[in-house]
């Protein structure tokens, strides 16, 4: 069975780290991509960043750039996402979710996790 189990969420102060995980399971990190994602209360899924399963590409959204940072171990089967600088705006549900086709903004997704709250809060 194809599962993806995000944790790693928590309270954290403005400025501050959090790294979240992201372990598959039913299949393998070569061939598919992982997006990350984020819903805040009323407003909607925004995708944050996602990295390619040919040969490992990042991309991520402008809000995160320069702060966020996605990667994989593919022995552990865990692609990561690791959040510096962290502000109050990055409060929200984070969710990751196999890209089938299209990237962070539009396309089709699968297997979503149960998501992992990270809130930003002093």
Known sequence: QEQ???SGG????PGGSL????AVSGFTLDYHT?????QAPGKE???VSCIASEDGSTFYADSVKGRFIISRDKGKK???LQMNN???????????ARILW???TQGDYDSWGQGTQVTVSS
């Open 34 to 38: 992982i997006g990350w994602f984020r």
């Open 86 to 96: 962290l502000k109050p705006e990055d409060t929200g549900i984070y969710y990751c």
């Open 45 to 47: 899924r925004e995708g």
């Open 102 to 104: 299209g990237d962070l």
């Open 19 to 22: 790294r979240l995980s992201c």
């Open 78 to 80: 865990t692609v990561y």
């Open 10 to 13: 928590g309270l954290v102060q």
């Open 4 to 6: 993806l189990v995000e």
